[in-house]
C-alpha cells in the first residue's frame, strides 16, 4: 500500500466515507474508534464497486422487508382465500396466489425470514469455526495441522447432500438443526482459506516481534493474525452465505428441508414442482427469482470485497 | 521435566520466577552458545561457541557479515528460533539460565526483561493496528493478571482501574510518554495513527518505545538503523543512546556498521562464521585489532576524508564460508592474509585468546601476538589515522 495514498484520505474526509465508515464499524465492531485510513481506503474501494454497491441495497431492502413482514406483507401470513384461487400477478397480489388462495408475495417474504436466517446463521457459524480451526492449523504447524487438515479433507469429500439428508431424518428439520448440520459440512472452505493465509502471514517480522514482546500464542492470532486475513474471511463468508440458502433450497426442493407450515423460498419452489409450463407458473416463478436476485446479490458483495481488501486492486 | 521435585538439594540451580538472582549478577551472560539447525544439505551451525557477557548501563555492539550468526543468536537469547533449531550452552539472564525454558516461562521475560529491537520497523509493526495499540499491548501483555480485555474498545468503558493492572487511561498514558521520550512529536495524536503514516525513522522510534515499554534489563537492538537513510539513522542511534543512558539497560547493538559501533559501544565482538572472531573495548578493536578479519574490516571501510577515484576500496579477498561447510581450523583462513596452511590455520581451531596488555581483549587468531605491526593502515596504503569515531558518513 502505498504510503502517500492515506495521507490523501485523512486529508480529505468526505462525508460519504465517514459515513461508511461509520456503518463498517458497526458492521463488524472494529476495534478501533479512530479507524481512520484503512477502513476509508478500503470503503472507497468498495463504493467504486458498482454492482457491489447496488447488490448491497438490494440485500438491505430484502432483508427490511423480509424481517418487516408483519408490516410491510401486503396479507396475513396463511391468509387463504380459497374463492379465487391460483391466480397470477394482478394488483391486489402482485406477485399472484397459489391454489389455496395465498398471496405470493406474503409468502415470499415470510419464507424469506427463514431462507436469509439458515444463510446468515450458517455462514456465520462454518466462519467462526473455519477461521480458528484453520488459523490454528496453521499457526501451528506440524501434528495439529496434519490432523486438522485431515478431518477438513474427510468432509470435503463426503457427499453432502446425501449426508445432509440422512442427518435431517435423524435429527428432525426444524431450522435449527438445518443450520448446524449445514455449518457442519461447511466450515472446510473457510478452514482451507484461513490456513493458507495464516501459513503467510505467521512469517512476517511482527509475529515475531510481537512475541518477543512477550505475547501468548493465543493473542498473536487474535490480535496480530486473524485482523490481517479479515479480508478473505469476509469474501468466503459472503459467498458462504449464498451457498448455504441455494443449499436450503437444494434440500427443501427434494423435500428434506424445512416442513410445513414453516416455509423457506426452496420450499416453495419444491411446492410448485409441477407448475412449469402451466398457467400457475408464477409460482414457481417469483420464490426462484427471490433465490435468484438474493444470490446474485450476496456474489457480487463478495466480489466487492475481494477487490476492496485487495491492495495491490487499483481500480 | 517437572521443575522443583527433582531438584537435587545439593545442586542450586539459580532459577524459577521467585527466587529473584542477586542484583550483582550480570544482565545478560552468554556461555558456549550453540545453534544448529539441520538442513538436508547438512547441519548448519550458524551460532558455534560464543561466550560474552554485558554489563548493565554497557552496549556490546556486534559486529559482522550478513549471515555470521548475529541475528540468529539474538532470537537465540530471545527463544525465538524455529523448533527445528538446536540450541545448546547457556544464556543467563540475570543469572536465570533460558536456553530450553518452555514457552510459558519464557513468554513472561520476553518483552519484560528482554527486548529486542528489529531492524524493519515496517514489517515488525503490524499493519492493521495503530502504533499506540501495538505499544499498549507491549504493556498489558505483562500487566499482573490483566482482565480479558475487550475486543471492542468502545466496551471497555467500565473501569478496569480496580487493582494491580494499570487503567486503560494510565496504559494511555504511559503509550503517550513513551512516544514522547523516544522523540515521536505530537505523541497525543500519533499514538492514533498507523504505521504506514509514520515516517521510516518515526517507525523505528515507535519500535524502540514499544521495546523498551516495560524497562527491560536487556536490550537487543538487530540493526535498528540499517533500513534507515543516514540522517535520520544519527537521529534513531541518539535516541537509542538517550534510552540505554534512562534505563540503565545491557545492550546488545547488532550492526555490520562499524561506524554506528564506534559511536555506541564501548565495547565490540567481531562476528565471522558463527564464531567470535575478536572481542574487545572500541579502543582495542579499532586501534589495536588482532585479528585479521577485524583488521580486513577497519581498512575496508570507506572514508568520507579520502577520494575514493584515487584510492581504491580495501577488499577482503574471497566469499563468506557456507555455514555447512565451514573450513577446517580457522574459519577465516582462506580468505586470510596472515594465514600459514596448513599449519597452524588449516588444521587447528585457534581459542579465543587474551591479548597480551588489554584486559578483556580477546581475539581467536594463531598470530593475534605477531598482529602488532600490521594495521588497517598497512593494509590499505596511505591511510593516515585509524578509523577511529568517525562513522563513515556525516553523522556526528
Given at each position: 500500500?502505498?504510503?502517500?495514498?492515506?495521507?490523501?484520505?485523512?486529508?480529505?474526509?468526505?462525508?460519504?466515507?465517514?459515513?461508511?465508515?461509520?456503518?463498517?464499524?458497526?458492521?463488524?465492531?472494529?476495534?478501533?474508534?479512530?479507524?481512520?485510513?484503512?477502513?476509508?481506503?478500503?470503503?472507497?474501494?468498495?463504493?467504486?464497486?458498482?454492482?457491489?454497491?447496488?447488490?448491497?441495497?438490494?440485500?438491505?431492502?430484502?432483508?427490511?422487508?423480509?424481517?418487516?413482514?408483519?408490516?410491510?406483507?401486503?396479507?396475513?401470513?396463511?391468509?387463504?382465500?380459497?374463492?379465487?384461487?391460483?391466480?397470477?400477478?394482478?394488483?391486489?397480489?402482485?406477485?399472484?396466489?397459489?391454489?389455496?388462495?395465498?398471496?405470493?408475495?406474503?409468502?415470499?417474504?415470510?419464507?424469506?425470514?427463514?431462507?436469509?436466517?439458515?444463510?446468515?446463521?450458517?455462514?456465520?457459524?462454518?466462519?467462526?469455526?473455519?477461521?480458528?480451526?484453520?488459523?490454528?492449523?496453521?499457526?501451528?504447524?506440524?501434528?495439529?495441522?496434519?490432523?486438522?487438515?485431515?478431518?477438513?479433507?474427510?468432509?470435503?469429500?463426503?457427499?453432502?447432500?446425501?449426508?445432509?439428508?440422512?442427518?435431517?431424518?435423524?435429527?428432525?428439520?426444524?431450522?435449527?438443526?438445518?443450520?448446524?448440520?449445514?455449518?457442519?459440512?461447511?466450515?472446510?472452505?473457510?478452514?482451507?482459506?484461513?490456513?493458507?493465509?495464516?501459513?503467510?502471514?505467521?512469517?512476517?517480522?511482527?509475529?515475531?516481534?510481537?512475541?518477543?514482546?512477550?505475547?501468548?500464542?493465543?493473542?498473536?492470532?487474535?490480535?496480530?493474525?486473524?485482523?490481517?486475513?479479515?479480508?478473505?474471511?469476509?469474501?468466503?463468508?459472503?459467498?458462504?452465505?449464498?451457498?448455504?440458502?441455494?443449499?436450503?433450497?437444494?434440500?427443501?426442493?427434494?423435500?428434506?428441508?424445512?416442513?410445513?407450515?414453516?416455509?423457506?423460498?426452496?420450499?416453495?419452489?419444491?411446492?410448485?414442482?409441477?407448475?412449469?409450463?402451466?398457467?400457475?407458473?408464477?409460482?414457481?416463478?417469483?420464490?426462484?427469482?427471490?433465490?435468484?436476485?438474493?444470490?446474485?446479490?450476496?456474489?457480487?458483495?463478495?466480489?466487492?470485497?475481494?477487490?476492496?481488501?485487495?491492495?495491490?486492486?487499483?481500480? | 521435566?517437572?521443575?522443583?521435585?527433582?531438584?537435587?538439594?545439593?545442586?542450586?540451580?539459580?532459577?524459577?520466577?521467585?527466587?529473584?538472582?542477586?542484583?550483582?549478577?550480570?544482565?545478560?551472560?552468554?556461555?558456549?552458545?550453540?545453534?544448529?539447525?539441520?538442513?538436508?544439505?547438512?547441519?548448519?551451525?550458524?551460532?558455534?561457541?560464543?561466550?560474552?557477557?554485558?554489563?548493565?548501563?554497557?552496549?556490546?555492539?556486534?559486529?559482522?557479515?550478513?549471515?555470521?550468526?548475529?541475528?540468529?543468536?539474538?532470537?537465540?537469547?530471545?527463544?525465538?528460533?524455529?523448533?527445528?533449531?538446536?540450541?545448546?550452552?547457556?544464556?543467563?539472564?540475570?543469572?536465570?539460565?533460558?536456553?530450553?525454558?518452555?514457552?510459558?516461562?519464557?513468554?513472561?521475560?520476553?518483552?519484560?526483561?528482554?527486548?529486542?529491537?528489529?531492524?524493519?520497523?515496517?514489517?515488525?509493526?503490524?499493519?492493521?493496528?495503530?502504533?499506540?495499540?501495538?505499544?499498549?499491548?507491549?504493556?498489558?501483555?505483562?500487566?499482573?493478571?490483566?482482565?480479558?480485555?475487550?475486543?471492542?474498545?468502545?466496551?471497555?468503558?467500565?473501569?478496569?482501574?480496580?487493582?494491580?493492572?494499570?487503567?486503560?487511561?494510565?496504559?494511555?498514558?504511559?503509550?503517550?510518554?513513551?512516544?514522547?521520550?523516544?522523540?515521536?512529536?505530537?505523541?497525543?495524536?500519533?499514538?492514533?495513527?498507523?504505521?504506514?503514516?509514520?515516517?521510516?525513522?518515526?517507525?523505528?522510534?515507535?519500535?524502540?518505545?514499544?521495546?523498551?515499554?516495560?524497562?527491560?534489563?536487556?536490550?537487543?537492538?538487530?540493526?535498528?538503523?540499517?533500513?534507515?537513510?543516514?540522517?535520520?539513522?544519527?537521529?534513531?542511534?541518539?535516541?537509542?543512546?538517550?534510552?540505554?543512558?534512562?534505563?540503565?539497560?545491557?545492550?546488545?547493538?547488532?550492526?555490520?556498521?562499524?561506524?554506528?559501533?564506534?559511536?555506541?559501544?564501548?565495547?565490540?565482538?567481531?562476528?565471522?562464521?558463527?564464531?567470535?572472531?575478536?572481542?574487545?573495548?572500541?579502543?582495542?578493536?579499532?586501534?589495536?585489532?588482532?585479528h585479521p578479519?577485524?583488521?580486513?574490516?577497519?581498512?575496508?571501510?570507506?572514508?568520507?576524508?579520502?577520494?575514493?577515484?584515487?584510492?581504491?576500496?580495501?577488499?577482503?579477498?574471497?566469499?563468506?564460508?557456507?555455514?555447512?561447510?565451514?573450513?577446517?581450523g580457522c574459519?577465516?583462513h582462506?580468505?586470510c592474509?596472515r594465514a600459514e596452511?596448513?599449519d597452524p590455520c588449516?588444521t587447528a581451531r585457534p581459542d579465543?585468546a587474551?591479548?597480551?596488555?588489554?584486559?578483556?581483549?580477546?581475539s581467536a587468531c594463531h598470530f593475534s601476538g605477531g598482529l602488532?605491526?600490521?594495521?588497517?593502515?598497512?593494509?590499505?596504503?596511505?591511510?593516515?589515522?585509524?578509523?577511529?569515531?568517525?562513522?563513515?558518513?556525516?553523522?556526528?
Amino acid at each position: 500500500m502505498p504510503s502517500d495514498k492515506p495521507v490523501e484520505v485523512a486529508a480529505a474526509p468526505t462525508g460519504g466515507i465517514s459515513r461508511a465508515a461509520g456503518m463498517e464499524l458497526e458492521l463488524l465492531g472494529a476495534p478501533e474508534p479512530a479507524a481512520s485510513t484503512q477502513w476509508a481506503l478500503f470503503w472507497r474501494r468498495f463504493l467504486r464497486h458498482r454492482m457491489a454497491v447496488i447488490s448491497a441495497l438490494v440485500l438491505i431492502v430484502l432483508f427490511v422487508v423480509c424481517f418487516g413482514a408483519q408490516w410491510v406483507a401486503p396479507y396475513e401470513k396463511n391468509h387463504q382465500n380459497l374463492l379465487i384461487g391460483a391466480v397470477g400477478p394482478s394488483g391486489a397480489h402482485w406477485f399472484g396466489t397459489d391454489e389455496l388462495g395465498r398471496d405470493q408475495l406474503t409468502e415470499i417474504l415470510y419464507a424469506g425470514q427463514i431462507s436469509l436466517k439458515i444463510g446468515l446463521s450458517v455462514a456465520l457459524i462454518a466462519t467462526v469455526v473455519g477461521t480458528w480451526l484453520g488459523a490454528l492449523a496453521g499457526f501451528f504447524g506440524r501434528l495439529p495441522e496434519q490432523v486438522l487438515m485431515r478431518i477438513t479433507d474427510l468432509f470435503l469429500v463426503v457427499p453432502s447432500i446425501a449426508i445432509l439428508a440422512i442427518a435431517i431424518k435423524k435429527f428432525g428439520s426444524d431450522s435449527t438443526t438445518i443450520v448446524l448440520i449445514l455449518a457442519a459440512l461447511g466450515w472446510m472452505y473457510i478452514a482451507r482459506v484461513v490456513r493458507g493465509q495464516v501459513l503467510s502471514i505467521k512469517e512476517k517480522e511482527f509475529v515475531d516481534a510481537a512475541r518477543a514482546s512477550g505475547a501468548s500464542s493465543g493473542r498473536i492470532i487474535a490480535r496480530h493474525i486473524l485482523p490481517n486475513v479479515v479480508g478473505p474471511i469476509l469474501v468466503n463468508a459472503t459467498l458462504g452465505i449464498a451457498a448455504a440458502i441455494v443449499t436450503e433450497s437444494t434440500l427443501s426442493f427434494l423435500g428434506f428441508g424445512v416442513q410445513p407450515p414453516t416455509t423457506s423460498w426452496g420450499r416453495m419452489l419444491s411446492d410448485a414442482r409441477g407448475t412449469v409450463g402451466t398457467n400457475k407458473a408464477h409460482l414457481i416463478y417469483f420464490p426462484g427469482l427471490a433465490l435468484l436476485v438474493t444470490v446474485l446479490a450476496v456474489n457480487f458483495i463478495g466480489d466487492g470485497l475481494r477487490d476492496a481488501f485487495d491492495p495491490q486492486s487499483r481500480r | 521435566m517437572t521443575e522443583g521435585e527433582s531438584l537435587d538439594p545439593l545442586y542450586l540451580e539459580p532459577s524459577t520466577e521467585d527466587q529473584r538472582p542477586a542484583p550483582t549478577s550480570v544482565p545478560l551472560a552468554v556461555r558456549n552458545l550453540e545453534v544448529e539447525f539441520p538442513t538436508d544439505d547438512g547441519i548448519v551451525r550458524a551460532v558455534d561457541d560464543v561466550s560474552f557477557e554485558v554489563a548493565r548501563n554497557e552496549v556490546l555492539g556486534i559486529v559482522g557479515e550478513s549471515g555470521s550468526g548475529k541475528t540468529v543468536m539474538s532470537m537465540a537469547i530471545l527463544g525465538l528460533l524455529p523448533a527445528s533449531a538446536r540450541v545448546s550452552g547457556q544464556v543467563l539472564v540475570g543469572g536465570e539460565n533460558v536456553v530450553g525454558l518452555s514457552e510459558s516461562r519464557m513468554q513472561p521475560l520476553r518483552g519484560k526483561r528482554i527486548a529486542m529491537v528489529f531492524q524493519d520497523a515496517l514489517a515488525a509493526l503490524n499493519p492493521v493496528h495503530t502504533v499506540g495499540a501495538q505499544i499498549a499491548e507491549a504493556i498489558t501483555v505483562h500487566q499482573p493478571r490483566s482482565p480479558r480485555r475487550t475486543r471492542r474498545h468502545e466496551e471497555g468503558r467500565q473501569s478496569t482501574a480496580t487493582k494491580g493492572p494499570l487503567s486503560k487511561s494510565e496504559v494511555q498514558d504511559r503509550v503517550v510518554e513513551l512516544l514522547d521520550i523516544v522523540g515521536i512529536p505530537n505523541p497525543g495524536e500519533r499514538a492514533h495513527q498507523y504505521p504506514h503514516e509514520y515516517s521510516g525513522g518515526m517507525r523505528q522510534r515507535a519500535m524502540i518505545a514499544m521495546a523498551i515499554a516495560n524497562e527491560p534489563d536487556v536490550l537487543i537492538a538487530d540493526e535498528p538503523t540499517t533500513a534507515l537513510d543516514v540522517t535520520i539513522q544519527a537521529q534513531v542511534l541518539d535516541v537509542l543512546q538517550r534510552i540505554q543512558e534512562r534505563t540503565d539497560s545491557a545492550t546488545l547493538l547488532i550492526t555490520h556498521d562499524l561506524g554506528v559501533v564506534a559511536g555506541m559501544a564501548r565495547r565490540v565482538m567481531v562476528m565471522y562464521a558463527g564464531r567470535q572472531a575478536e572481542i574487545g573495548t572500541v579502543e582495542d578493536i579499532f586501534y589495536r585489532p588482532r585479528h585479521p578479519y577485524t583488521l580486513g574490516l577497519l581498512a575496508s571501510l570507506a572514508r568520507v576524508d579520502r577520494d575514493s577515484r584515487e584510492e581504491r576500496l580495501y577488499r577482503i579477498a574471497g566469499q563468506p564460508p557456507s555455514l555447512i561447510h565451514v573450513p577446517t581450523g580457522c574459519a577465516f583462513h582462506p580468505r586470510c592474509f596472515r594465514a600459514e596452511r596448513p599449519d597452524p590455520c588449516a588444521t587447528a581451531r585457534p581459542d579465543l585468546a587474551p591479548v597480551a596488555r588489554d584486559p578483556g581483549h580477546r581475539s581467536a587468531c594463531h598470530f593475534s601476538g605477531g598482529l602488532t605491526d600490521v594495521t588497517a593502515e598497512s593494509l590499505r596504503a596511505k591511510m593516515s589515522t585509524p578509523p577511529s569515531n568517525t562513522p563513515p558518513s556525516d553523522s556526528p
